[in-house]
């Protein structure tokens, strides 16, 4: 299963890079969004992709998205449990805080940052993809695939320009 994992999106209207369009359309059987879609007609059009779509609120969504969402999220991803939040707090111990937050989980993905970050450690990794649209001081606009596959993870960063 190919899953394309956003996040901080940031946008009111349709601005996504063409190439997030690209890997969020082909190839991906869902969309993971991790916080910070802003607007409803956002989600709207990211669900009108074709994969599904699963979502968590983010600080700057609006009100009604905000009580749409959840604040956590834990996905089935064929054999492998994955949680989904939006902001995983301070850097210092994030790894086994989010370990802690989610048992059972092999991996969670998380925002906020837009900060692209991948850490592993026996066993268990968290993941930030960045943001599409809002790099902030990061070099690149990057965004995340991730491969579920008999009970495993594995997460790439994507940079799009």
Request: aromatic share 4%; charged share 25%; hydrophobic share 40%.
């Amino acid at each position: 299963m190919f899953v394309a994992v956003i996040s901080d999106s940031h946008l009111r209207a349709s601005a996504r890079p063409p190439a997030a369009s690209r890997c969020l359309r082909f190839g991906s059987e869902l969309i993971v969004h991790a916080g910070d879609i802003v607007a409803e007609e956002v989600l709207h059009e990211l669900s009108a992709i074709g994969p599904p779509v699963a979502a968590v609120g983010g600080n700057v969504d609006d009100p009604a998205l905000r009580r749409r969402l959840p604040g956590r999220l834990e996905l089935e991803l064929e054999g492998a449990r994955l949680g989904v939040l939006h902001d995983a707090g301070p850097s210092r111990d994030r790894l086994e805080r989010l370990r802690g937050q989610f048992p059972g989980c092999g991996a969670v993905v998380f925002g906020h940052s837009h900060i692209p970050l991948h850490e592993s450690r026996e066993g268990f990794q968290i993941f930030n993809p960045g943001s599409p649209t809002a790099r902030r001081r990061q070099p690149r606009h990057t965004m995340g695939m991730l491969r579920a596959h008999a009970g495993r993870l594995e997460f790439e960063l994507v940079a799009l320009d």
